[in-house]
């Protein structure tokens, strides 16, 4: 017998990964990639590529016609239900290049923009530090965009470079189970959001 809720349990939610970093071995993209390999059944997990084809902001360019790279990334956001991310620290700080596209998000008007969006962070550092600089400017961040940060759905997992396979994966269980929850966590606030509105 079919509950009430059934319906809900059909549709898929869409998570967009996004990685703060450009490097091509990239741990913190691995990680991203092992999350999207490790999703759930009922969650769709696709990293977003198009970091390093994004323009410098500038408020003079935030206007239709977009410049097309912009113009995908926001297409990319308005289609996910949630997004997740993963960013390293450079200088006590976001990477440049991912400040970049955080702030071409913000001035996206339009429905399912990352405004009230829910958003979490996973931290995969190893260093003393914790890259907590990093992440404190992206709370900031997210906060000037009005993202709805899943808190619940955030996880230091650290992950050293050498845990990386030659599939550019992690294989590590307890990573990998630890990712499914995070995003298990993240798909279901974005479902009762999704029904609240």
Same mark, same amino acid.
């Given at each position: 017998m079919h509950g009430p809720y059934d319906h809900h349990m059909a549709r898929t939610t869409r998570i967009l990964l996004v990685s703060g970093s450009l490097r091509s071995a990239s741990t913190?993209?691995?990680?991203?990639?092992?999350? #999207?390999?490790?999703?759930?059944? #009922?969650?769709?997990?696709?990293?977003y590529e198009g970091l390093g084809d994004l323009p410098h902001f500038?408020?003079?360019l935030d206007r239709v016609p977009l410049p097309l790279p912009v113009e995908q990334l926001r297409a990319s956001i308005r289609a996910a239900d949630a997004l997740l991310l993963c960013t390293p620290e450079y200088a006590g700080a976001l990477p440049g290049s991912f400040k970049n596209l955080l702030d071409w998000t913000i001035g996206d008007g339009q429905d399912g923009s990352i405004y009230e969006k829910p958003v979490a962070w996973i931290n995969i550092s190893t260093l003393p530090t914790a890259a907590a600089d990093a992440?404190?400017?992206?709370?900031?961040v997210l906060s000037y965009a009005h993202a709805v940060v899943v808190t619940a759905a955030?996880?230091?997992?650290?992950v050293a470079r050498d845990a990386i396979g030659d599939d550019g994966l992690v294989h590590d269980p307890a990573v990998r189970q630890r990712l499914a929850h995070a995003l298990s966590t993240l798909a279901a606030a974005a479902r009762g959001a999704s029904e609240v509105g």
């Open positions: 913190n993209t691995a990680v991203l990639r092992t999350a #999207g390999a490790s999703a759930p059944p #009922g969650i769709t997990a696709e990293l500038d408020p003079d992440h404190a400017s992206l709370a900031k955030c996880a230091e997992i650290p």
